[in-house]
């Protein structure tokens, strides 16, 4: 295992989700520095979240996308009686899975890059299994429409629930006096948070990127990121890490 000694690394999860990854680097000997570009908040209208605990019993499966979907949705969702036994759960990625878990729900999750294109090979999400069902996706507002949209053409009826959102959080100060030797950044909004945040400065261009997926690594390059890209290969904490290591080889 790469060792990360003397190496600063930029950690641009949500500071409620970051706390892992800066986990990972210190075990590796790295130092992690903590500059968060997205802020979870809630949504403003629950209405479409407080409908849907209304019929739940007419659902068929609710999908997560996220480990935020699960902690914003769930509250409203149990306050008033537990889930059907009927609802299948599937969550979109490996932390969103053990999320539920923590709830106490049992859940479905794709393999490996723990995507939508993951989510839409299960044989649970293939037309004859998904055909005339009820199925609600959490989410945050804005995000792809691939999964919705291929379940559609599946023949599911297919309900969106913005139950949070993000906004770009202030820049620190103290972030222009810090060297960083390695970024990582998980989402493609943000990547351009964090230029935003920097004021696109030239060094974001020419240091080591650690991504999450290929839109990321993708996005990066029309922002005209020169430094090695990396991805993750795997979309998790110990995914990210290892790319991390091979950044600093």
Same mark, same amino acid.
């Given at each position: 295992m790469t060792k990360l000694t003397g190496i600063n690394v930029l950690v641009t999860r949500p500071a409620h989700q970051s706390e892992h990854l800066c986990?990972? &680097?210190e075990a590796a000997g790295g130092q992690p520095v903590r500059l968060p570009v997205i802020e979870i908040v809630e949504s403003d209208d629950k209405s479409a979240l407080f409908d849907c605990r209304a019929r739940l019993d007419e659902l068929d499966i609710a999908?997560? &996308?996220s480990a935020n979907a699960v902690e914003k949705a769930l509250p409203t969702l149990l306050a008033q009686r537990g889930l059907p036994a009927q609802l299948q759960l599937v969550a979109v990625g490996k932390r969103t899975a053990e999320t539920l878990k923590a709830w106490a729900l049992t859940t479905l999750c794709p393999a490996p890059p723990f995507n939508s294109e993951a989510m839409l090979a299960m044989p649970q999400m293939q037309p004859a299994a998904v055909q005339r069902k009820q199925i609600v996706i959490f989410r945050g507002e804005g995000g792809r429409?691939?999964?919705a949209?291929?379940?559609r053409q599946r023949g599911a009826t297919v309900?969106?629930?913005?139950v949070y959102r993000r906004v770009q959080p202030?820049?620190?100060a103290w972030i222009n006096d810090t060297q960083i030797d390695i970024l990582t950044v998980t989402s493609v909004e943000g990547l351009h948070n964090l230029f935003t945040m920097l004021d696109g400065q030239a060094w974001l261009r020419h240091t080591p990127l650690v991504v999450m997926s290929e839109r990321?690594?993708?996005e990066a390059q029309k922002l005209g990121?020169?430094?090695p890209i990396l991805v993750a290969p795997t979309a998790s904490d110990e995914g990210l890490l290892s790319a991390v290591q091979q950044a600093a080889i």
């Open positions: 986990q990972l &680097i999908i997560f &996308i429409e691939l999964l949209e291929t379940l309900n969106y629930i913005n202030p820049t620190p990321v690594r993708s990121v020169s430094a």
